[in-house]
């Protein structure tokens, strides 16, 4: 039934022009056709073949698991040094297995990196799944 079906992300925040500014400048993501779907409060941007659904909620900034993932093409070290560079901040999780090093957690071939957005809310790179 839904196999066949794209999925995307959608999150919670308190400032919708905070996040435009996050969202848009900071991580560099472009609005989708139309920006806001046609609701007040609401902000669509492209990510890859899909779409990040951002909008306003008294509840944003709760969920303490990711909120959206990007999958990541060889790039994720560049990805993160780019965004340092910018401001954001990289969480560091003690996790077995896994080391740490400049905001990038490696296990193998699988490398990850989480920050959050001004809300709170959990973005997670992740390269080699």
Known sequence: MLRDRNSSAIVAV???ERARRFYGDMLGLEMADGG???MEGVLVF???ATILT???SEFAGTNQANAVTFAMDGDLRAVVDEL???GVVFERYDLPDME???GVHEAGEVKLAWFKDPDGNLLHLIEGL
Request: proline share 0%; no cysteine.
């Open 36 to 38: 806001s779907a046609g």
């Open 84 to 86: 340092t560079a910018k």
């Open 14 to 16: 308190t400032d919708i």
């Open 54 to 56: 951002v909008y306003r």
């Open 100 to 102: 740490w090093k400049d």
């Open 46 to 48: 492209r990510t890859g």
